[in-house]
């Protein structure tokens, strides 16, 4: 089995930490149950200088490192691994943020598994010829998962646009407007609400080997 782990808010508590941040750069007060858009600039109120100096210190390995694990999400990954799935963590972090982002998964016992970054966000700078980048959406877009667990509105859209994959909408206060886009969407408040999501996928997996064989 193939499964796709987006990283902030899925794997780890990113938001929780911008909202701590945003009240200590900006004096700004947004609680994380009140971060309703997955834009920044619009949950925090904040003009262009102010978002892109957020992101920078955000981007930074100590904010990264210090991110704390969401309940849950490492054991979970950590028992996929030894079940012999395929994991990967895709990430729309900036390729620049890879070592951090792979030195925290060292440090929470996921070394070993494959960071993959996209540019969800078309937000990427160009990199230089032969230099380690992030894939484009259209590089990513024929990949194939056969479950993906993603909270960020637009990467969302894109999986429903992928080859057919069950998508876990991981609960979070921005993405409660987005509906289930197609017959493989599911809503999960909890990793172990995903965890039965990805029994069920191995069961149906299971399911259709056997058939093949009779
Ligand atoms: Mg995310």
Redesign the pocket.
Known sequence: MRIYV?????LCE?ARELSRLVLELYGCRVPYEAIHAFNLREAFGLDEARYLHLMHIAHGAEQLLALEPTPGAVAAVAGWMGEGYTVEIVT?RPYATHEASALWLRRHGLEGVPLVHVDKYNREPPAAEGQARALTRGEFAERRYDLAV???PM?LEQLAAMPPCRVVIFDRPWNRGVPLLTQHFTRCRDWPAVEEVAADCRRLAAGSSSRQWQ
């Open positions: 987006d990283f902030d808010d899925v990113t729309g993603e909270d960020a990467a």
